[in-house]
């Protein structure tokens, strides 16, 4: 059965132009060309990605942590208790109104503490300030080399500049050590995001950077597999052009350094505008959706290839969005930039704050726990 399977999966029909099949990617005549076994290297290079990121946040990234003034703020940890602790763990974070009442009952708490403890819960799951800075900087050492060693190779590559060259010759393109190497390191890298996406800084948006990484290695390994490497490692390349902003102005922003995070991200969102809204859609995806149908009937890997590059599109303007309001919330009101997808810490004081309020609404002005009252006497018309 799972013979068959392969058979069926594997058929040329279905991954190459008619009158193509994997007979032309046979390696002859000293030419070389890529082969789906290839991929499997990418599964060590992931763990090997995995070890080399603890030793780098161990002995770099704290440090340098360190060195910038990232400073922790500290937490006060809920007590134990079994009946709240239970409701946090199976139920919701986030008890409702009558779920706190109820909890109320089986506790004996009042109101505010009840609410205090999970808020003190909450804090405790969210990832502390150091996790998030070494997180970001290992993410930013990697885009900025990836990027600088994609330029590298590709700098003198026609396809770079002419992206009609991408198709010339295809399928029967000789693979070169470069892009062999550039491939498989991508490939290992967003493998070994997938591995340790349980244990990163989850988001707002954890789902769809599931689908974005989940695509990728797909649009990676598809586009390996069928000889789409010229395309695949400009799309690489675009892709790896602003990342490396956005982590260094994580750092930043994780260090207090404001307006150096502030400037760093609108550089970042005006690249990610221009190569992700612009080049990515009305450049590499108009050449991969417009040009091969001039060589060749349209067959279903070309039709899994451009629906696998809509997808990152689809992510791009939902990112996008995202950016724009934190860049205008900037521009405009000139507000430090918060990352939007991420959770805020919640304090006690952010309680009594939030009480006080309440009171001067009840009872006027509080000063020292006191109403202040109004003494001076009202003109009269």
Not at 6 to 22: C, D, H, N, V, Y
Not at 59 to 67: D, I, M, N, R
Not at 161 to 169: F, I, N, P
Not at 358 to 369: A, E, L, S, T
Request: aromatic share 16%; charged share 20%; hydrophobic share 45%.
């Amino acid at each position: 059965m799972l013979s068959g399977l392969s058979a069926w999966f594997w058929q040329e029909r279905l991954w190459f132009p008619e009158g193509l099949g994997w007979a032309d990617l046979e390696d002859r005549d000293g030419r070389v060309y890529a082969k789906a076994r290839d991929l499997w290297v990418a599964l060590p290079i992931a763990f090997i990605f995995l070890i080399i990121r603890q030793i780098f946040e161990r002995t770099v990234a704290t440090p340098l942590a360190s060195l910038l003034g990232v400073k922790e703020t500290i937490r006060l940890k809920a007590p134990p208790n079994v009946a709240l602790e239970s409701y946090y763990c199976n139920v919701a974070k986030n008890p409702t109104p009558s779920s706190i009442v109820s909890l109320i009952k089986q506790t004996g708490f009042p109101e505010r503490q009840v609410q205090r403890w999970f808020r003190r819960r909450r804090n405790q799951d969210r990832p502390s300030l150091l996790k998030k800075f070494r997180e970001a900087s290992w993410r930013f050492t990697f885009y900025l080399l990836a990027f600088i060693a994609g330029l590298a190779a590709l700098i003198d590559k026609p396809w770079l500049y002419d992206l009609k060259e991408m198709w010339e010759g295809f399928p029967v393109l000789t693979l070169l050590p470069s892009q062999y190497w550039y491939y498989m390191i991508e490939l290992g890298f967003y493998s070994s995001l997938l591995f340790s996406v349980a244990s990163d800084v989850k988001r707002k948006d954890f789902k769809e950077q599931i689908v974005h990484h989940v695509a990728t290695i797909l649009l990676i390994s598809f586009s390996w597999c069928v000889n789409y490497i010229r395309a695949g490692t400009l799309i690489m390349l675009v892709h790896d052009s602003s990342d490396y902003f956005l982590e260094s102005a994580k750092m930043f922003n994780y260090a207090g350094w404001r307006n150096a995070c502030n400037y760093i991200f609108i550089v970042f969102a005006a690249i990610f505008i221009v190569t992700r809204l612009f080049v990515f859609p009305f450049r590499i995806i108009y050449c991969t959706w417009i040009y091969p149908v001039t060589m060749y009937k349209p067959f279903f890997g070309y039709y899994f290839f451009n629906g696998l590059l809509m997808v990152l599109q689809c992510l791009h303007i939902f990112w996008a969005v995202l950016i724009i309001r934190m860049a205008v919330r900037f521009l405009t009101s000139n507000e430090k930039v918060d990352d939007a997808r991420s959770d805020k810490e919640e304090t006690d004081e952010s309680e009594e704050e939030e009480e006080g309020g309440k009171d001067m609404k009840k009872n006027g002005p509080v000063q020292n726990g006191h109403a202040v009252h109004n003494n001076n006497h009202s003109k009269t018309a």
